[in-house]
């Protein structure tokens, strides 16, 4: 089993900055890739970032420019920069780590930008 622990949300400016953090342990051993993805009440979950094994990223358009994805390795750690956020860019986020044919979730966090 793997336990993934959300960090970094809360309450910020039109403009701010977050730093989200997720950490990664129990029985990893080999990573597909690990993200996050956002979810407003009533709507689906879609993606925000990925960062595969090998540090290849891929971003929504919407965040693009804005949002970085990076990771420590060595933690089985993945981070996401988000700056000049929006009031859009509010809901819970939730970091996903793809191991072999399995998926984990963590529980989210929220982030809510005021305007």
């Known amino acids: 089993q793997v336990q993934l622990v959300e960090s970094g949300g809360g309450l910020v400016q039109a403009g701010g900055s977050l730093r989200l953090s997720c950490a990664a342990s129990?029985?990893?051993?080999?990573?597909?890739?690990m993200g996050w993805y956002r979810q407003v009440p009533g709507n689906q979950r879609e993606l925000v970032a990925t960062?595969?094994?090998?540090?290849?990223?891929n971003y929504a358009d919407s965040v693009k420019g804005r949002f970085t994805i990076s990771r420590d390795g060595a933690k089985n750690t993945v981070y996401l920069q988000m700056n000049s956020l929006k009031p859009g860019d509010t809901a819970v986020y939730y970091c996903?780590?793809?191991?072999?044919?399995?998926?984990?979730w963590g529980k989210g966090t929220p982030v809510t930008v005021s305007s």
């Open positions: 996903k780590l793809v191991q072999v044919l399995t998926t984990y």
């Open positions: 129990g029985s990893i051993f080999s990573i597909n890739y």
């Open positions: 960062i595969t094994g090998g540090g290849n990223t």
